[in-house]
Nanobody
Framework: QVQLVESGGGLVQAGGSLRLSCAAS????????MGWFRQAPGKEREFVAA????????YYTDSTKGRFTISRDNTKGTVYLQMNSLKPEDTAVYYC???????????????????WGQGTQVTVSS
């Protein structure tokens, strides 16, 4: 099973930026749709962004569109989430995940059945 390890979280002031990374083990990274999710205390898990196997297609929720950018480097087995113009409401634990499902099916659910990382905390102060 592919293992995912996130990094790059931290404390930042509102309006600042952070770049999250998620490194995958194994040689099959390009076989998976990759995504970022987040969960704030007392709230349900939220879909943040997704990227197709080749990186050509991306998806963002309305709350992150225009501020966050997802990208991937299949040669390094890593997916990134560049977060700009951060707001206090972006505070959450951020998780990366993968799925072997189709691009369309992957966007229809936040319960991906592939591997998940351990999460990295992002805290945005006002």
């Amino acid at each position: 099973q592919v293992q995912l390890v996130e990094s790059g979280g931290g404390l930042v002031q509102a309006g600042g930026s952070l770049r999250l990374s998620c490194a995958a083990s194994g040689r099959t990274f390009s076989s998976y749709v990759m995504g970022w999710f987040r969960q704030a205390p007392g709230k349900e898990r939220e879909f943040v962004a997704a990227i197709s196997r080749t990186g050509v297609s991306t998806y963002y929720t309305d709350s992150t569109k225009g501020r966050f950018t997802i990208s991937r480097d299949n040669t390094k087995g890593t997916v990134y989430l560049q977060m700009n113009s951060l707001k206090p409401e972006d505070t959450a634990v951020y998780y990366c995940a993968l799925t072997a499902g189709s691009w369309t099916a992957s966007l229809a659910t936040k319960t991906w059945d592939g591997s998940w990382g351990q999460g990295t905390q992002v805290t945005v102060s006002s």
